[in-house]
């Protein structure tokens, strides 16, 4: 079955950066699109970044030009880079999939950005 695990969740100052991973598992990794979500504390999830299949990307006008996100394939792996962290960005990160017409989440991984 579907497994998603994400990892790389910390504490951080505002300006640092953390790498978040998501390895994946129980199905064809690299013809899937990946995305990462957030939630914060007493807000909804929503929508970080999204990468298709080939590589193409999409961002949160509120992550634009601070998250990359990237995949390996040869690692069923998709990758959230986040950089120049604002106190804003503090949430559980969750990776996300879909596939079989429905969600598939990890249990999330926490980022606390705080001074």
């Known amino acids: 079955q579907v497994q998603l695990v994400e990892s790389g969740g910390g504490l951080v100052q505002p300006g640092g950066s953390l790498r978040l991973s998501c390895a994946a598992s129980g199905f064809t990794f690299s013809s899937y699109a990946m995305r990462w979500y957030r939630q914060a504390p007493g807000k909804e999830r929503e929508l970080v970044a999204f990468?298709?299949?080939?590589?193409?990307?999409r961002y949160a006008d509120s992550v634009k030009g601070r998250f990359t996100i990237s995949r390996d394939n040869a690692k069923n792996t998709v990758y959230l880079e986040m950089n120049s962290l604002k106190l804003e960005d503090t949430a559980m990160y969750y990776c996300?999939?879909?596939?079989?017409?429905?969600?598939?989440w990890g249990k999330g991984t926490l980022v606390t950005v705080s001074s």
């Open positions: 996300n999939l879909w596939y079989q017409f429905q969600d598939h």
């Open positions: 990468i298709t299949s080939l590589g193409s990307t």
